[in-house]
């Protein structure tokens, strides 16, 4: 099982802009929008998007990729994400990121497949979201926290603290890998 937390939150903008779409299988699959002020991305390539993951159960992960491209090759900044208890696929354009957890060191994830272990954890975000992080501070986060959310809610105190959240739009994911739940 793949515990996870999503934060959606406006920051300092009038409106939220980015997206995320999940779809609760076997396997979680996402797809992560980053939607900087100056971007465009049409409602209905959103909505492609969302469906594309909410069908994605049974489609591989290169066939959701190359379904989601022409939808998303104006957009720059997203990422796909795969998770299972075994595995995590991503693939990563712009700037978003996305870290792991393993035997107390975090990592940035490569696009492509890499393996994952029982407890290990996985952040996905924004640039907007790392803005006021350092990787000391995500790491020592992950490392005392029970829960995803329980990450989520310390990352967002440092946030809070550095900017009361003031800037802009501030979207992420942390999950916890739990085999064996």
């Not at 909410?54 to 939808?71: A, Q």
């Not at 490569?110 to 790392?130: M, Q, W, Y």
């Not at 790491?139 to 603290?161: G, K, N, Q, Y």
Request: charged fraction near 25%; glycine fraction near 4%; charge should be negative.
């Amino acid at each position: 099982m793949i515990e996870n937390y999503i934060l959606m939150h406006k920051g300092g903008l009038d409106e939220y802009r980015d997206n995320i779409f999940v779809n609760y299988s076997s396997s979680l699959t996402m797809a992560m929008l980053y939607l900087p002020s100056e971007s465009d991305f049409s409602v209905a390539d959103e909505a492609a998007v969302a469906a594309l993951v909410n069908s994605s159960s049974k489609m591989r992960f290169i066939d959701l990729s190359e379904s989601v491209y022409p939808l998303l090759t104006d957009l720059k900044n997203y990422m796909l994400i795969r998770i299972n208890d075994k595995n995590i696929t991503i693939e990563r354009h712009g700037r978003v990121y996305a870290y792991i957890v393993q035997n107390g060191e975090l990592k940035m994830l490569p696009n492509g497949v890499t393996s994952i272990d029982d407890k290990d954890r996985v952040i996905c975000c924004t640039a907007e979201f790392l803005r006021d992080l350092n990787e000391i501070a995500i790491l020592s986060d992950a490392v005392i926290s029970d829960s995803a959310e329980e990450w989520m809610d310390h990352l967002v105190c440092r946030i809070s603290d550095a900017n009361r959240l003031a800037q802009g739009n501030l979207t992420a994911v942390t999950m916890i890998v739990r085999s064996g739940d």
